[in-house]
């Protein structure tokens, strides 16, 4: 059974830092995609980072981008997003989510959400101005 357990969420002030985690059992990270999301309340999950290991390639959302870090433990089989300079628009549900199929472009599949092999449980970021 494939299991991805999340972690990491808080509540923090604008402009702080946070790291989620999300450790992966039953599949090697290294065989994965793997993306965050995040969902705001009454709208769909939306894709904040992708990474494939084996791809050696990332991806982040524009909102993100220069303040979200995604890294991959191998030896952990666990996968980090670093945020930095936290805003009050980033206050979300976040998701980890890995899929087997994905190509390296995983910004071409992450929109594709309900299609996704395997989430994590959601973990609250709230972000006070």
């Known amino acids: 059974e494939v299991q991805l357990v999340v972690s990491g969420g808080d509540s923090v002030q604008a402009g702080g830092s946070l790291r989620l985690s999300c450790t992966i059992s039953?599949?090697?990270?290294?065989?994965?995609?793997i993306a965050w999301y995040r969902e705001f309340p009454g709208k769909d999950p939306e894709g904040v980072a992708c990474?494939?290991?084996?791809?050696?390639?990332?991806w982040y959302f524009d909102s993100v981008k220069g303040r979200a870090t995604i890294s991959v433990d191998s030896a952990k089989n666990t996968v980090y997003l670093q945020m930095n300079s936290l805003k009050s628009e980033d206050t979300a549900l976040y998701y980890c989510?890995?899929?087997?199929?994905?190509?390296?472009?995983?910004?071409?599949?992450?929109?594709?959400?309900?299609?996704?092999?395997?989430w994590g449980q959601g973990t609250q970021v709230t972000v006070s101005s």
């Open positions: 989510a890995a899929d087997r199929y994905w190509g390296r472009a995983c910004q071409s599949s992450i929109g594709d959400y309900k299609k996704v092999d395997y």
């Open positions: 039953g599949l090697s990270v290294d065989d994965l995609t």
């Open positions: 990474t494939g290991k084996i791809y050696d390639h990332t």
